[in-house]
Structures are given as structure tokens and as C-alpha cells.
């Protein structure tokens, strides 16, 4: 089993040999502006670098030189910077001058012998600095805090792509001092990174990166080891891993999914297997006219059970993937799962996922369930900073492992019906979920239809007392042509559910009164309705139960939703004769 680190440092050699990121020493940063030199370092000018294909404008991603990694200290960036460092100004700042000399002095010690004109000019330009230049064109206020490069007068490119500027920074990289072991990691012997890279791009955590391997407390520490040589990893491959987990988390990336407070991130070693797994995280809507609806006919294949090799036979079953979900802890990251495994079991198991949540009516509209829709049902308020924050890893954990969702969501998703006592089919198909999964574990040979749509003959009370519930409040619906203020669910469904003892005696009391109202004017429903409610009542016995368990409390959910679906379906024309026969009960 490989770590998350070790994969994520196989990612980035395997993608940096193909150019597609940063080598060893660089990293991509936005930038913003830059400063145009002449050979003597005078300024020539300032132009924007920002990309404008976006609805406004961004800073441009660019390869400089990689960034340090800041905590309280003041430590300076190689060839760029943010324009405190560069130029000793910003909005708010206390430091200003400590920041710039931190830029001056770095540039002083690594290009000093340095013979190219690009070097020397910059030297110039700094040696002649003055922060209240800033108040002069082509400067702007709009400059403030952003990231700055340098390019030489009649030059295409920027100082830090120079040959002799990447030279400096290549022999300056690293800690001379750091002690050379063997890597964690990779198991090569290399100098020791003393700090792990910032992560950046995980929700809720800072903007400035967050760490995922960090010890700055004498409790981390062990045999008087001081901060990365308490887990040597040398600094090539927490570069490596570093990069690859950044472009990762980016903006841009396809390869991350926000779940509650944990953000997903996913590759393989296959582009087609990556853009697949993105379809069963969040699958297209049927109508979906981007490029994501050319996922749809694999998924609709996938989800009706068809074997994955059939579906996309390119794709070998045997493909390595992995799923790590990072969490925000303060300034560090926190892991909320780790899973390897290879797609043919990945799609397998999403495929049990689709199978177990599968309700009619179909309450997806022809599509498939994506987690973070789910994940809002148990939501106050249906937002996603109200969703349980354990619950995200404990339900994205259990659909990609196989194994059994936890009882807590069986309990979330009661609690918010009986809060709010919406019972659409999402959360009844997240209840029927937890219960026949449950039931699989014990009996592997349980039908795949089970709890799918109506069942006359099932005889569990709490499904049957769905039904019923569902039936009382169709007739006083239909009894009052909708207009009513609150229905026997708004005022009575969380009692039902938990105590029918209480509550049910009551509902058939009062139900009768509507029934009379019914017949007066749509005598063929009232008797569709009396029919279906004799006949689940002679289901339940001869007394309604005290209580109901969890469990039970989840069947009564599916039963409302379907026997509503199914007498919503059932009910006559209202043209149909009313029947003037007096069979009203006044019980």
C-alpha cells in the first residue's frame, strides 16, 4: 500500500518529465505586474500581466523561482515578490523597510559575480531605490500587494528565465547546512527539507497554504531532532509532492471536489480513468450541454450495472487510483481518508452506491446522485456550511471503500425531516440507503428491489405507518382542495414517526370528517382513499405501537414516499360524479 506522499511524489515525476510541471527549485505563482529595466536599471516602465480570458481580470500563472515558505518571519523570494519585498510599499504594513532590505540583501548575496546584464541591472535598480518613488507614474495604487517580476528593456522574456538568473538560483536552492539521509519517501539519500512546502487550495484553510508535515512544538519533537529531521524527507521529493498537490487543489484543477469541510483530490495513472471518476464524484444532469455530458451515456451504463469493462474498454480495470480528502486544522491540514485502489473497484463500488439509493419514483430526473447533493439534504437550510463536517469524510469513506454507511446518517437525515418535515425522495432514498446496506452485510442474497418502490405486502410497522400517514394527509388535501395552512405533516409527522401511539388514534378520529367532506364532491377518490386506509390498517394489528426505533423511523420515511408518489398517481379525474351515498363515520 503506498502513502499518499509517496504517490503524490510519483505524480510529480511522472508529470514533470513530460513538462507539465515545474522542476525541482520552481513553482507557479500569480503575478500581476512587472518591472520593465533599462541596462543601467533605471525604470522604463510598469505593465499589467494579467489574463483577461476570465469574465475579470486574473493574474497570470508564471514559473519564477520557487516560493519560501512564510510564517511570522520576514524571508524574501528570488527574482519576484510582492511589492513590500520589492519595492518597500504596500496598503498596510508595519515592516516595510524590513521587507524590502530581506529583497535587497537576498539579491546582493546570490548575484554577486554574476556576468549578465539582466543581473547587473537589477542590482542597479536597487542600489538606487528610494519607497517614495511609488508616488510617481507609471506607478498605481493598484499595485499594492500584488506580485512582481522584472524584464530588461528589449528583452521577450523576464529576468528570472535568464540563463545565468536560473544558474544563481539553482546553486543557491536547498539548505547548505541540512543534514543528507535517507528518504522517506523515495529511499534515496539527499539533503533533508527542514520545512515542508505550503499547501494551498484546500477550503477553510489559510490563503497563504496550510502544512501537511510541519513540527514547531517541543511535543512533535523526538531525540532532540528540530522540525523535518523528526521525518527526514529530502527536499526534492517534498518539492515534488508539494507541486503535485498544489496543481492539484489549483483553481483550474478538474481534479477536485468540495465535500462538507473536506476537499477531494483524485488522479490515476490514466488521463481517461481521471476524467471518469470526475463524472461519478459529480455526474452530468441528462440536459448538460458542456463537455461533461459526454460523460453521461458511460455513467447511465454504469449505473444500470454494466460490466465496467464493457463500458470503457480502453481503460484497464487494474489502473492505480487514488482519493485523499484534506481537512483545514488550524495552519495545518488534516487527512480525513486516504484510499488507494484501482478504477474497476472504484466503479464498482459507486455503482453499489447508485444501486442502494435507487427509489421511485426516480427523484434524480433521469440523472445520478452526486455525494455533495446528498450531503445538502442533511444540511440546516440546504447550505453547505451547515453540513455535518464528520459526516462528509464518514459518507465519501464508506461509498469509496464498500463498506457500511454510518448509523449517524440514518439519524441526521431524521432529525431533519422531523425539523423541517420535508420528505422528498433524496432523503428517503439516503434512508433506504443505510438500511439496505445493513441488511446486505447480513444477508448477501437480499433482493435488489427491496424497498425500491411501493410494497402492499411489506409488513414492517414503521413502512406501514408511512403509508398510512401518507394516506390521512391525501385525504385532507383532497378534503380541502389544498387550502390549508399546515397538513397533518407540518403539525404531527415527527410524533408519528417516533410515538404512533400517541398521534395515529387522533388522525383516524379527525379523518373521518374529511371523508364525509371528499365524498360530497369527488365521491370516487374518497373511496380510492378509504380503501387504501382499511387496507394498511388491517396490516398494522389491532394496536398501534408505543414507539418506533431508528430503523423503523427510517422505513416510515420510504413508506410516505411512496405510497404519496403512488396515490398521487391513483387519483381519479375530478370530473367524475360525486356519490351522494351517507357512509360518513363520526368516530
Keep these: 500500500m503506498t502513502g499518499p506522499l509517496q504517490a503524490l511524489a510519483a ?53 519564477v523561482p520557487a516560493a519560501v515558505k512564510r510564517t ?62 511609488f508616488a510617481l507614474p507609471p506607478f498605481s495604487a493598484d499595485m499594492l500587494d500584488t506580485n512582481l517580476v522584472f524584464r530588461l528593456d528589449g528583452d521577450s522574456g523576464f529576468l528570472h528565465e535568464r540563463a545565468a538568473a536560473r544558474e544563481a538560483w539553482l546553486a543557491a536552492s536547498g539548505d547548505a547546512e541540512a543534514a543528507v539521509s535517507a528518504c522517506l519517501i523515495t529511499g534515496r539519500s539527499g539533503p533533508i527539507a527542514r520545512l515542508h512546502p505550503a499547501i494551498k487550495g484546500v477550503m477553510g484553510a489559510q490563503s497563504s497554504g496550510a502544512s501537511l508535515v510541519s513540527f514547531n512544538q517541543e511535543a512533535f519533537a523526538s531525540h532532540g531532532k528540530e522540525q523535518g529531521a523528526n521525518a527526514p524527507v529530502s527536499e526534492a521529493a517534498a ?47 441528462p440536459d448538460d450541454q458542456s463537455e461533461a455530458a459526454s460523460l453521461h451515456p458511460i455513467l447511465e451504463q454504469m449505473a444500470r450495472g454494466r460490466p465496467i469493462r464493457e463500458v470503457v474498454p480502453e481503460i484497464d480495470p487494474a489502473t492505480r487510483f487514488y482519493i485523499l480528502a484534506l481537512a483545514p486544522n488550524a495552519a495545518r491540514l488534516s487527512i480525513r481518508f486516504w ?15 447508485w444501486r442502494d439509493l435507487r427509489v421511485e419514483p426516480d427523484p434524480w430526473r433521469g440523472g445520478l446522485p452526486a455525494i455533495w447533493r446528498l450531503l445538502h439534504e442533511l444540511a440546516a437550510q440546504r447550505k453547505t456550511e451547515n453540513v455535518p463536517a464528520h459526516l462528509a469524510g464518514e459518507i465519501t469513506r464508506a461509498v469509496l471503500a ?19 418535515h420535508d420528505l422528498n425522495g433524496r432523503r428517503a432514498a439516503i434512508c433506504k440507503s443505510v438500511l439496505v446496506r445493513e441488511l446486505r452485510r447480513a444477508d448477501p442474497d437480499i433482493r435488489e428491489d427491496y424497498l425500491v418502490s411501493l410494497d402492499p405486502h411489506d ?17 385532507q388535501r383532497s378534503a380541502m382542495d389544498g387550502n390549508i395552512n399546515a397538513t397533518i405533516r407540518d403539525r404531527y409527522y415527527g410524533a408519528a414517526s417516533a410515538t404512533p401511539a400517541s398521534v395515529f388514534p387522533v388522525l383516524i378520529r379527525n379523518v373521518g370528517h374529511h371523508l364525509a367532506a371528499l365524498r360530497k364532491k369527488r365521491g370516487g377518490l374518497a373511496r380510492t382513499l378509504e380503501k387504501e386506509m382499511e387496507g394498511i390498517i388491517k396490516g398494522i394489528g389491532s394496536a398501534f405501537p408505543r414507539n418506533l426505533g431508528i430503523d423503523d423511523q427510517g422505513r416510515f420515511a420510504i413508506g410516505y414516499y411512496h405510497q404519496k408518489s403512488f396515490s398521487r398517481a391513483a387519483i381519479p379525474p375530478e370530473n367524475e360524479p360525486a356519490d351522494t351515498t351517507d357512509t360518513a363515520s363520526e368516530d
Design 459 to 475: 409488513s414492517n410497522p414503521g413502512y406501514r405507518l408511512g403509508r398510512l400517514f401518507a394516506v390521512l394527509e391525501s385525504v
Design 339 to 353: 484510499l488507494e485502489s484501482s478504477f474497476g473497484e472504484l466503479a464498482e463500488r459507486f455503482q453499489a452506491w
Design 11 to 63: 505524480r510529480y515525476e511522472r508529470l514533470a518529465a513530460r513538462g507539465e510541471l515545474p522542476a525541482y527549485g520552481f513553482s507557479e505563482e500569480k503575478i500581476s505586474f512587472v518591472l520593465v529595466l533599462d541596462r543601467d536599471g533605471m525604470l522604463v516602465d510598469v505593465q499589467p500581466l494579467h489574463d483577461a480570458t476570465g469574465r475579470r481580470p486574473r493574474p497570470r500563472s508564471m514559473l
Design 239 to 285: 518539492f515534488g509532492y508539494g507541486t503535485a498537490l498544489n496543481a492539484l487543489l489549483a483553481r483550474e484543477s478538474r481534479n477536485r471536489v468540495r465535500l462538507g469541510d473536506s476537499t477531494v483530490v483524485f488522479w490515476a495513472e490514466a488521463e481517461k480513468a481521471e476524467t471518469i471518476v470526475r463524472g461519478l464524484f459529480d455526474p452530468p444532469a
Design 72 to 133: 511570522s518571519g520576514i524571508a524574501s523570494n528570488f527574482l519576484w515578490d510582492k511589492s513590500s519585498y520589492v519595492l518597500g510599499v504596500a496598503a498596510n504594513s508595519k515592516r516595510l523597510a524590513e521587507e524590502h532590505e530581506a529583497f535587497r540583501k537576498l539579491h546582493e548575496e546570490l548575484l554577486a559575480g554574476v556576468d549578465d546584464e539582466g543581473t547587473r541591472a537589477l542590482l542597479a535598480f536597487l542600489r538606487t531605490w528610494t519607497p517614495q518613488r
Design 402 to 420: 464498500g463498506g457500511p454507511l454510518p448509523r449517524s446518517l440514518l439519524a441526521t437525515t431524521i432529525m431533519r425531516l422531523r425539523a423541517d
